[in-house]
C-alpha cells in the first residue's frame, strides 16, 4: 500500500470516529520563486482555528492553482471533502489535499496536546559526527551549511535542474539513488505532494537515522514511522489570518507558526488517539 492511499485511509478511519471541523478558509498563492525570496505557502484553515500548510514552489506543476480553485466555493464544506483531493493524480490538487490532512491532523492534535512543544532543532533530532555523510532529499540551505561547517559531506537530491553542482562537499543531483551512500538522511515533506516519497523512502532503508521536516509534514505520521522514518517534524499555526496576511504581503512564516517533532519511540498513534477522543464526546 502506497503512503498516500495508507494516509487516505486513515483520514477516512477518523472521519468516521469523530467529528471533523468545515473549511473556514483557504489562501492558494501565485508563487513566483526566486533565490532571495521567502519559500511560498497554501494555508487550509478550518472552523476550530486549526491550520495545515502546503509547500507551493515545486514549480511548473503548481502553476495556476489560484486560478484552478475557487477558494470562496470551498469555505463551509466538510473538511474530509477537501482531504479527498490528495488522492487526485496532479500536484495541485494534492497540494490542496495534504494541506487539509495537516489542518485534520492538527485538530487532533490541539484536542489530543499532541505537538504543543516547541522545538528549535531544524535537524529533526540528527546529530552529525565525523564520518557521516548527510543525505537531504530537497535543497535546506542553512542545514547544509550546518553540516559543511561540521566537514560532513551532503548529498542533496532534487527535481529542479537548475538546482544541480557539484561544489566541495556538497553534491546536488536528480538520482534519488545516491541516499544508500548515506548514513543519516533528512527528507522534505514535498515529496508526499509531487508522489515520489515511495520511491525515495526505499533508498532509505539502510541509513542510521531517516527524518522528515518541514511545515507540510503535519500530517499523521503513522506511515512514516511503519517505513522506518525516526522523527516527523511539523509546524503548528498559531494565526492563522496573521500568517496568510503575511504570506500575501510576500513575508515567511514568522512568528506565526512553531515547529515541533514526534518521534516513532513516543507517538501513541492516531487511531488511539482518536478512541480516546471519541470516548470524551
Not at 516547541?118 to 535537524?123: A, E, L, Q, V
Request: proline share 4%; net charge negative.
Amino acid at each position: 500500500m502506497s503512503i498516500r492511499t495508507e494516509l487516505l485511509n486513515l483520514i477516512e478511519q477518523i472521519n468516521a470516529a469523530i467529528n471533523l471541523p468545515t473549511v473556514r478558509r483557504v489562501y492558494i498563492p501565485d508563487p513566483r520563486p526566486t533565490a532571495q525570496g521567502h519559500p511560498q505557502f497554501g494555508v487550509v484553515e478550518l472552523d476550530d482555528g486549526a491550520a495545515g500548510l502546503f509547500y507551493a514552489w515545486l514549480g511548473e506543476s503548481q502553476k495556476g492553482m489560484h486560478e484552478r480553485f475557487n477558494t470562496d466555493d470551498l469555505v463551509g464544506i466538510q473538511a474530509i471533502e477537501l482531504a479527498r483531493k490528495y488522492a487526485d493524480t496532479n500536484d495541485m490538487d494534492r497540494s490542496v489535499g495534504l494541506a487539509t490532512i495537516n489542518a485534520i491532523t492538527q485538530s487532533v492534535f490541539i484536542r489530543s496536546n499532541v505537538g504543543s512543544c516547541s522545538t528549535s532543532d531544524s535537524m529533526g533530532g540528527i546529530s552529525l559526527v565525523p564520518g557521516d555523510r548527510l543525505g537531504m532529499v530537497g535543497n535546506f540551505p542553512s542545514l547544509v551549511r550546518q553540516a559543511r561547517k561540521g566537514g560532513v559531506p551532503v548529498t542533496v537530491v532534487e527535481r529542479k535542474h537548475h538546482m544541480l553542482n557539484r561544489t566541495q562537499g556538497i553534491q546536488v543531483t536528480l538520482d534519488s539513488k545516491v541516499l544508500r551512500d548515506c548514513n543519516k538522511i533528512i527528507c522534505t515533506a514535498a515529496t508526499l505532494i509531487n508522489d515520489s516519497v515511495d520511491e525515495v523512502l526505499e533508498y532509505c532503508l539502510h541509513a542510521d537515522m531517516v527524518v522528515m521536516i518541514g511545515p507540510s509534514a503535519s500530517f499523521f505520521p503513522d506511515p512514516m514511522f511503519s517505513r522506518g522514518v525516526a522523527v516527523v517534524g511539523g509546524t503548528r499555526v498559531l494565526d492563522p489570518v496573521g500568517l496568510i496576511d503575511g504570506l500575501k504581503m510576500g513575508q515567511g512564516l514568522a512568528d506565526h507558526v512553531y515547529r515541533y517533532t514526534l518521534s516513532d519511540n513516543e507517538y501513541v498513534g492516531t487511531l488511539q488517539l482518536c478512541a480516546t477522543l471519541s470516548k470524551s464526546k
